[in-house]
């Protein structure tokens, strides 16, 4: 699929989040949370790095510079998150409050509990399933 696939009133954006060593996750962006933040990362897909880790997610830069839009402050397991200052692309493992400014942009509802296995360092790629 590429962008130009995907309709502007698509509401829930299929992902593939592939991490080296650990496999394959089943994701969305869901528009809903934040249009304008999902409108901008889908014109930059892929989105590719390497993996860090704070204590409830890992994390990749991305080269997306915009402000906060509908900033959360509670973190789910699961949650595909964007934060502006680093700027990066989290996904939750577990439950956490936010350190600051963070935007929630999608969901993994399965199988996030395999994001503890991550080893920093490790190639992760996030693609339009």
């Known amino acids: 699929m590429n962008m130009s696939e995907i309709s502007p009133q698509k509401m829930r954006i299929p992902v593939n989040i ?3 060593d650990v496999g394959i996750l089943e994701g969305e962006f869901i528009r809903f949370y934040a249009p304008l933040t999902v409108r901008d990362l889908l014109k930059i897909m892929p989105l590719e790095g390497f993996a860090a880790r704070w204590d409830y997610a890992v994390y990749i830069q991305i080269s ?4 906060a839009e509908k900033i959360i402050n509670r973190i789910n397991s699961g949650d595909i998150l ?4 680093g700027p990066y692309i989290l996904i939750a493992f ?14 993994v509802e399965k199988n996030f509990e395999e994001l503890e296995k991550v080893k920093p360092g490790s190639r992760i790629r996030i693609t339009f399933e």
């Open 18 to 20: 592939s991490i080296e």
């Open 82 to 85: 964007y934060w502006p200052p």
């Open 64 to 67: 997306l510079k915009r402000g």
């Open 94 to 107: 577990r439950e956490a409050t936010p350190p600051s400014q963070m935007v929630r942009i999608g969901r």
